[in-house]
């Protein structure tokens, strides 16, 4: 008899000591989220990826497909067997219900399977894909549990509402494109896949988090997605940066983004490796370690800007110097010297390495009869897994583990009184942030919108690097550690205190803190919080139901363990940068620390499913999350195909495997540049008469984009003869009247400004000592029309000290002066010579003690 793939899969798993997948398959119907019923209807990867989030902790998620199937099982690229990769990544591990919406009873089945499930997950406004219109507001009502998520690309009100869009005009949009590629242009950008994941991850967050509510007495809720939006999640630390310095990025090189300095990738005598320098110390490093003793002692490119400004001169020096040895070797002596470098892999590298494959990172998948490899849930909860692995199930397949039923109308639990059913989804529920920067602060940022009570734990010794890495001559007197707006638009929602985690006190208080709290995140290096006595295996014993969780780059027991990464390091080493720009080119960057965002929202995601579990059963549990690993699903659909194929993926630069014209084109003016694209035989016949090539729109041997891409290199210079005499915005409106997806590539500053944003109030103004009035981004996901309103500012050093020690932790007005006198909370930065002065002390007190 002829073996299945999933026979044939599981037989070598079983050879190889693995377990098999069925059976792992089977046991993860237990999984955290088992006792949910999630249903997804449209067609949209970002209600996708969120689906199969749910799905990764053992959900019932039943995907609602017409009888050709989702329009995204059409999306390449695509696996020898004629399969898409995209649709595979997105949709391993749920069922698939087959509803014919010209079928008589399609609205009554359709009701049926919603009023039966917990999660309603809606990409409809995305792509309707045939699905029947149903009345979800009647059903809500009748169904007072449920929680309901729409997605859609810009919201259903403001001047971009009912664009026409792709992955790519919404980047473009969002200030994610402009930046990239060389100085001359065209700005380049990234294959279609980013919109989706980022979207996801953040309908994912919204879901939950009422699942959370839910299970302490609360209902249902609603929930709008924009698509856009969630994008900016990668752009607002730019945008907040440009509002602080001004209009001062420009495109400036391929894998060169301002404010640092080198932050790319070089070539070297075998592979390329990633470089970033952002500390002087790591600077000086890079140059020791290359023998540039000059440039190493030259006081004026100590600090980033300086560096940038000679980027040309200084590469000229150290470019060949890379070349004389492999990445590999380049990254050990980097290790040596705590530098955050990294050696670039292709997809290739990925898929033999056999520490991504032990830690779930990447998993096996069917296809049909086809076997691979995609990447797998990157929450990597330690007491209740993902799944890992799993079938892409073909239209109207229902999985071995699922759960369906229909009729069955879900209802909210009886109320516990323990939180108030109007408030904010995570009332109630208590973390303590020891992060720093951008990854960690954006998780716990999150939560903190989300109604968490955050107590962000700061040192005046060593406060959160994001208040300024560098201590220059004034900049403690001069209490610029507080003007720092990215700190400010990271940190708001929350409560500081500071605490010397190094000193006896201040170790206690941070235990007696811990011990009654629901969730502590960090994102040092993974040894810091155990060398200084708070490792898990100390507070699980504190506090059982403890939810741990560590931000590494690479994870706890990984052998990269004790690398030096920076969001840009996690982009270097995650595979994206292999398959983005032209043939033949270097691997290609598409953002400054793409890295940090996705960390912080996929944090965000596991503390969420830790805590549905923890509520449940009274039981918390250790989070090992790898920042890298969270950047592998932008490369999935490669991966996926190398993986059966073995070819390497080809790099389509600014063009696109699938829609022909797809491109960015310039307008009039300086540097200005539209993204468009044709996504089907309708819209490239619009497209061809707005631009009077009404001959293209009437050619037969054109109506399909295989035809196209034989003359692709004249349609794009009709398509920019048509551009260059128009303003970009001008360009951008007559080709969305036409019905075809474009936007503008803005810079991150032009979102200050731009007028969708300000008709949703998308930024909302806070006044701040030190600061004054600023705007901060509002979340991407909405209750109603508005947004939630932002609660408080980001603290000042040490602002709340008094108030939880003494209302937290009941100490009295007399021991926290003390703990004042000693140093060991503060409301001032200590300056290089204090914190010197301080450690003699210390010194002295140990060796007097002897």
């Not at 290089?832 to 002897?850: N, V």
Request: some cysteine; glycine content about 10%; overall charge neutral.
């Amino acid at each position: 008899m002829t073996k299945t793939g999933l026979e044939r899969m599981e037989q070598r798993r079983r050879a190889n000591g693995a377990e098999s997948i069925t059976d792992y398959k089977m046991e993860s119907s237990m999984g955290v989220l088992s006792h949910l019923r999630v249903i997804e209807i449209g067609s949209s990867a970002a209600a996708s990826y969120c689906a199969r989030l749910f799905a990764d902790f053992g959900a019932d998620v039943q995907k609602v497909e017409p009888p050709r199937g989702d329009p995204l099982r059409r999306s390449a690229p695509f696996t020898p067997g004629g399969q898409s990769a995209w649709f595979a990544f997105l949709n391993f591990n749920k069922s698939s219900i087959v509803i014919d919406g010209a079928d008589a009873d399609a609205v009554m089945q359709l009701t049926a399977l919603i009023e039966g499930c917990d999660i309603l997950v809606d990409g409809r406004d995305v792509d309707p894909a045939d699905c029947p219109s149903v009345d979800i507001t009647a059903i809500r009502q009748r169904c007072s549990g449920l929680i309901y998520l729409e997605a859609s690309w810009f919201g259903r009100e403001g001047p971009y509402a009912g664009f026409a869009a792709t992955d790519s005009t919404v980047r473009a949009l969002a200030g994610l494109v402009k930046l990239c590629g060389t100085v001359e242009g065209p700005p380049s950008h990234s294959p279609d896949f980013q919109t989706g994941i980022l979207a996801g991850l953040w309908g994912f967050i919204a879901a939950a988090s009422s699942a959370v509510a839910r299970s302490r007495g609360g209902t249902g809720r609603s929930w709008s997605l924009n698509i856009f939006e969630s994008c900016l999640t990668l752009s607002e630390y730019l945008m907040f940066e440009a509002f602080e310095h001004g209009d001062v990025m420009r495109r400036i090189g391929i894998n060169r983004f301002w404010p640092n300095f080198p932050t790319g990738i070089y070539e070297t005598k075998k592979g390329w490796l990633g470089v970033t320098t952002v500390a002087p110390t790591q600077w000086r490093a890079f140059c020791d370690m290359l023998g540039l003793a000059e440039l190493r002692d030259d006081p004026t490119l100590l600090l980033n800007d300086n560096r940038l400004q000679h980027a040309e001169q200084i590469e000229r020096q150290f470019v060949p110097r890379l070349k004389t040895r492999t990445a590999q070797e380049w990254f050990a002596e980097g290790l040596k010297r705590k530098i955050p470098i990294v050696p670039v892999p292709e997809i290739s590298d990925l898929l033999q390495d056999a520490e991504k494959r032990e830690r779930g990172a990447i998993v096996p998948v069917l296809l049909g009869e086809e076997e691979g490899l995609t990447t797998g849930s990157m929450q990597r909860l330690t007491l209740t897994p993902p799944r890992q692995g799993g079938r892409v199930p073909a239209p109207g397949e229902q999985q071995a583990f699922a759960n369906y039923r229909t009729g069955q109308v879900r209802t909210a639990s009886a109320s516990s009184g323990r939180i108030d059913i109007g408030g904010l989804p995570l009332q109630g529920v208590r973390v303590i942030d020891f992060s720093m920067g951008w990854a960690g602060p954006l998780c716990t940022r999150t939560l903190a919108d989300l109604g968490a009570e955050v107590i962000k734990v700061e040192a005046i010794q060593y406060p959160d690097w994001w208040r300024g890495l560098n201590r220059p001559a004034g900049f403690v007197a001069g209490q610029m550690y507080e003007k720092a707006l990215r700190f400010c638009m990271m940190n708001r929602n929350k409560r500081g205190i500071t605490l010397d985690l190094k000193r006896t006190e201040g170790l206690a208080l941070a235990k007696r803190l811990l011990a009654g709290a629901d969730i502590v995140v960090d994102n040092y290096s993974v040894d810091v919080l155990p060398r200084l006595g708070l490792g898990y295996d100390v507070l699980r014993v504190l506090n059982p139901r403890l939810i741990m969780m560590s931000m590494s780059a690479f994870g706890t027991n990984s052998a990269l363990r004790n690398c030096r990464a920076y969001g840009s390091t996690l982009e270097q080493g995650s595979g994206l940068p292999s398959v983005i720009g032209n043939p033949g080119q270097t691997p290609v960057m598409s953002h400054v620390a793409f890295g940090d965002a996705v960390g912080g929202l996929n944090g965000c995601a596991a503390v969420l499913v830790a805590l549905i579990h923890a509520l449940t059963t009274g039981q918390g549990q250790f989070i090992d999350l790898a920042q890298i690993e969270c950047m592998m699903p932008f490369a999935a659909p490669w991966i996926a195909v190398n993986s059966i194929c073995g070819t390497p993926p080809i790099r389509y630069g600014n063009r696109h495997p699938q829609f022909v014209p797809h491109g960015c084109f310039r307008c009039a003016g300086e540097d200005n540049w539209i993204l468009l694209a044709a996504t089907d035989a309708d819209m490239w016949q619009r497209l061809a008469v707005l631009i009077g090539r009404p001959d293209w729109a009437a050619d037969a041997s054109l109506k399909f984009a295989e035809g196209r891409r034989d003359v692709e290199d004249e349609i794009e210079k009709g398509i920019e003869g048509w551009t260059l005499p128009r303003n970009a915005d001008q360009a951008m409106s007559e080709l969305q009247a036409a019905g075809v997806a474009a936007g503008v590539a803005r810079l991150p500053v032009d979102l200050l400004n731009d007028r969708h944003l300000r008709s949703r109030a998308f930024l909302q103004e806070v006044e701040r000592a030190f600061v004054g009035l600023h705007p901060q981004p509002s979340m991407p996901i909405r209750e109603g029309t508005g947004s939630y309103e932002l609660r408080a500012a980001a603290p000042t050093l040490g602002q709340h000290n008094g108030e939880i020690l003494s209302s937290v932790l009941g100490l009295s007005d007399a021991e926290i002066a003390h703990l004042a006198r000693e140093g060991i909370i503060g409301t001032a930065m200590l300056s290089e010579p204090e914190l010197t002065q301080g450690r003699s002390l210390r010194q002295t007190d140990k060796s007097g003690q002897g």
